[in-house]
C-alpha cells in the first residue's frame, strides 16, 4: 500500500505546526502505522529536537537530494518506537536548496514502504510553502484561536485551494477554554464559521506540551496529557475513525477542581 | 452571541466581548483580503461613484453604501445610491 502524504501548514509562525507534526506522527506510529516525519524547513530545522532525535543525525534531506548518501541512510529510527522514522532538514542550507520536483521525487520513494509521510511546512506563503504542499496529498493547516493566526489560515486556505490540494483540513491549536467561557477568546466554532473548512482537531493550551517538548518526548506518549489525547484522536481521524470532537472545560477554578475530583480520568477524552 | 454577552447586555454594557469583537473583527478584514480590495480603495470606489452620478442625477450623498455581499458561488459588490426624488427633495 502506498502512504499518504500531507503536508502541515499554517501561513503564521509559531501556533505549533512542529509540534502537531511530531506529536501526530509519534501517535500515528503507536496506531502500528509506518510513518516518515519529514521536516520541509530548510535552514530552520527543528523537528528534529522536538522529537528528541537530534543526536543521531549524520544526513538530511538535502543530502538525499544532491545525491551525498541514499534515502535510507538518512531516515532517523526512533528507537521508542520502530515504525517512526524522522528526515530532518538541512541547517546550513536554505529554502534554495529543495525544489518542489526534488520534494515530489523524494516522497514518491518514500511512498511504497510506509504509511503516512507528514511534511513540517515552512511559515509563510513563499518558496518554503509552495515547495512544502506540492507533493501532498492532504493538507492540514494549524492555527490558533487569535485573530493574526486565524487571518493568515484563510489566506492558505485559497492557496492551497488555488494549488488543488484542497480542501485542506484544520486544527485548531492552543484553546484555552476558560477564556473562550469568559467570553474572551475565538471559540473552535467561530474559526470554522470563518474559514468554512473541515476540522480534524482540537488541541488544548496545555504545559504539558512545553515540558514535554523541553525533554524531547512528545506529549502524543503521554497518556495523561490533554493535548497528548488530542493528538491521539487526530492521528486516529486521520486513519479514517469517527471520533467524536472534544468538549474542554475550564479546570482551573474552584468548579473545575471540583469537578475534576469527581472525575475518574480527570481528563476529557 | 455567546452567554458573556447576554450577560453583558442585561446588565446594560453594550459592549460585546472580545470574543465577539475577534469574529467580527477578522469578518470584516477577510471579505477584503478575499477581495483584494482594500477598506480604504471601497471609500475612493464610492466618492467616484458618487461623483459619476451626480452628473447626471440627484442622489442623497449620505446616504450612498458601497459593500461587499457574500453569496454562495460569488461575492458582489454592492452600491446602493438614493435618489433624491421630487418628494424626497426639500
New interface residues.
Partial sequence: MAARVITITSGKGGVGKTTTTANVGVALALLGKRVVCLDADIGLRNLDVVLGLENRIVYDVVDVIEGRCRLRQALIKDKRLPELLLLPASQKRDKSAVRSADLVKLCDDLRPDHDFVLIDSAAGIEEGFRTAIAPADEVVIVTNP??SA??DA??VV?LIEAAEKGPARLIVNRLKPGL?Q??????TS?VL??LAIDLIGIVPEDESVLISTNRGNPAALDERSAAGIAFRNIARRLNGEDVPFETYRDEAGFFGRVARLFRRNGRVS | M????FWNRLRGQPQP????A??Q???L??VH??NQIEPGMLERIKDEIIAVISKHVEIDQAGVQVTFTRGERENRLVADIPLLTRRTRK
Avoid at chain 2, 466581548?17 to 465577539?20: A, D, I, L, Y
Fill in positions: 487569535e485573530v486565524v487571518r484563510d489566506r485559497g473562550v469568559r467570553g474572551d477568546m475565538l471559540d467561530d464559521d470563518i | 455567546s452567554l458573556t454577552d466581548s472580545s470574543r465577539e475577534a469574529k473583527r477578522l469578518q478584514v477577510l483580503d478575499r
